[in-house]
Nanobody, 115 residues
Framework: QVQLVESGGGLVPPGGSLRLSCVGS????????TGWYREAPGKERELVAA???????NYADSVKGRFTISRDNAKNTVYLQMNSLKPEDTAVYYC?????????WGQGTQVTVSS
């Protein structure tokens, strides 16, 4: 059974930082593509960052230069380092993985950027 478990969300003031983690079980992240999505109230879920099996990364324009996605193969964990956070980054962040043509989602972690 595949499970993705996110952690690291919370309340942070504008300009602050957070690091999200996504631990996978029953799946090997390095064998597929993994990404972080977010969903803000009243908005559609959007791709924030992704990392391919080969380690290539891509980012939404709104987070380029502020967010960094990375993967620790030994820990089977994907991270999202978020710096210079803005109120518009407030959303539920979801881990996503594609493995052998199947798509899996975590339960989400809330990130709130507010003073």
């Amino acid at each position: 059974q595949v499970q993705l478990v996110e952690s690291g969300g919370g309340l942070v003031p504008p300009g602050g930082s957070l690091r999200l983690s996504c631990v996978g079980s029953g799946i090997i992240f390095s064998a597929g593509a993994t990404g972080w999505y977010r969903e803000a109230p009243g908005k559609e879920r959007e791709l924030v960052a992704a990392i391919t099996r080969g380690g290539n990364t891509n980012y939404a324009d709104s987070v380029k230069g502020r967010f960094t996605i990375s993967r620790d193969n030994a820990k089977n964990t994907v991270y999202l380092q978020m710096n210079s956070l803005k109120p518009e980054d407030t959303a539920v962040y979801y881990c996503n993985a594609i493995w052998y043509s199947y798509e899996y989602w975590g339960q989400g972690t809330q990130v709130t950027v507010s003073s």
